[in-house]
């Protein structure tokens, strides 16, 4: 038997490193669902075990409660008992083999089924890293929509109905206590306090106010003038043959970065294969180091992420041809489909899609130049939280099942447009699914981009 169990455990260390990397669970929901099922899996056997166990106890019990009357009779009158022989034979055969069955059944392991699962199970289990990002991702919500402990741990948040969430918080109360006393405690040494101020100082940039104000939908609003020229219509892809007969609705956003809307522009269909065509692939998300322009996991940047290629199926290169009509810009020197899944807490803290000067490599192995523009597609609604929100300039966008928003991040110069500098707030509450295209500059230089043409 603990052959067996060594040889199990020796084998499954072989194997399962090679088939199943570890992930940070905390980054998507995808993942976590899984774990969900393990652990109904986990209690099934452990319910297994606690009834194996009984019903040893219950036999030992009987063992007990037989030995128990048998000695008291015995004791009484020794002599008598041991006169009838059947008695004495009885006696050398518990003393000879019973004692030494029940002792085996007291030794008994019932636990190896448990046991077993468990060393399987532990594979996918989460590590401390991933403890610890999703104590951190607690903290930055707190931070980001101003929830003290007390609102976080009854639970009163901003959608009331999300009951899965709330059953989960205290839990979170507890971490969160714990969070605080670990940081509390690593104060000690003075060294360490100074690099936290430095940590703070670097951190606590103006745009973070401005960020989360507008991740709580606390944005500026704009004047009244301004909001008058914001319209919505139907839009035909500048007379795209594809759209003469059945344009689509588009909404401004904002007028400075032009920032639009389409609505009902990807279908529940379409969203279900992309989904499940990038669930298998999602993985940390990664972003461009400007120091190595090499590509790395980041803080500020937490979600999962695959690319699908037009090649591989039919609906994903269907939805890169309504880019094109829609963006009258040329989608064969544009990037994969980038499909993003973010769990609670994930977020992508402000940043440019474009390449700054500065950083003038960071798309050079493309060879199809910076990135002109960005489509993003939402393809869940988000319960609370989730917003991309552009600090620069006060606009906050909310997520929206089966809409896309378009911006163009150059200008018609090939420069930078600043304004653009966007962010993915926290999700609070839910799964936010987004999917975008980056569009690059080459092949647009004999195009008339249409989607913003009647912009000025
Ligand atoms: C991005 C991005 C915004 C969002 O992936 O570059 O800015 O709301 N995403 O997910
Ligand atoms: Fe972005």
Redesign the pocket.
């Known amino acids: 038997m603990a052959f067996n169990k060594i040889w199990y455990t020796v084998a499954l260390g072989l194997l399962l490193p090679f088939s199943y990397a570890h992930t940070d669970f905390f980054t998507s929901i995808g993942h976590m669902t899984d774990l969900i099922n393990t652990e109904k899996d986990l209690v099934v056997s452990l319910k297994d075990y606690i009834k194996a166990e009984e019903s040893k106890l219950e036999q030992i019990k009987k063992w007990a409660e037989k030995l128990d009357q048998l000695t008291d009779t015995a004791t009484k009158d020794p002599e008598g008992f041991l006169g009838h022989p059947v008695n004495a034979f009885k006696l050398m055969k518990r003393l000879n083999t019973e004692w030494g069955e029940l002792e085996s059944l007291v030794l008994k392991d019932m636990s190896d089924g448990f046991i077993s699962n468990m060393t399987i199970q532990r594979q996918f289990f989460p590590n401390d890293e991933d403890q610890t990002g999703a104590a951190k991702a607690l903290l930055r919500l707190q931070d980001t929509y101003n929830l003290d402990t007390d609102t976080l741990s009854r639970g009163n948040l901003p959608d009331p109905e999300h009951q899965r969430a709330n059953g989960n918080m205290k839990y979170f109360e507890y971490i969160m206590a714990k969070e605080k006393e670990a940081n509390k405690s690593s104060t000690d040494s003075e060294d360490q306090m100074e690099k936290e101020t430095e940590v703070k100082k670097k951190d606590y940039l103006p745009e973070r106010r401005k960020y989360e104000m507008l991740c709580r939908g606390e944005g500026l609003k704009m004047t009244p003038r301004r909001q008058k020229r914001l319209f919505c219509r139907y839009y035909d892809g500048n007379r795209n043959p594809r759209y003469i007969l059945g344009p689509v609705k588009q909404e401004d956003e904002w007028d400075k970065p032009r920032i639009v809307r389409f609505l009902d522009i990807i279908s529940d269909e379409e969203i279900e294969t992309v989904k499940e065509l990038a669930k298998p692939r999602l993985s940390r ?1 990664t972003v461009h180091d400007p120091e190595t322009g090499k590509l790395t996991t980041a803080h500020y940047r937490v ?1 999962k ?1 695959a690319w699908l290629s037009g090649y591989e199926s039919p609906v994903v290169s269907r939805i890169n041809t309504r880019i094109q009509d829609l963006t009258g810009l040329d989608v064969s020197t544009a990037e994969e489909l ?1 499909v ?1 899944n ?1 769990g609670v807490g994930g977020q ?1 803290e402000p ?1 440019f ?1 474009f390449a700054r000067k500065d950083e003038p490599d960071a798309f050079k192995e493309l060879g199809t130049g910076n990135r002109i523009a ?1 489509w ?1 597609f ?1 393809m869940s609604d988000v319960s609370a939280g ?3 929100v552009f600090p620069e300039v006060g606009a906050s ?1 909310w ?1 929206k099942k089966g809409t896309a928003v378009f911006w163009y991040n150059l200008f018609p110069s090939g420069e930078g447009d600043y304004s653009t500098r ?4 926290p999700v609070l509450v839910g799964n ?1 699914w ?1 999917s ?1 295209k ?1 569009l690059h500059e080459r092949g647009q230089e004999f195009r008339r981009p249409c989607a913003l043409s009647e912009l000025e």
């Open positions: 998300a979600s992420s980038q993003a973010y992508y940043h899609d960005t993003l939402y989730g917003a991309t966008v997520p966007h962010a993915a707030c936010k987004v975008n980056w």
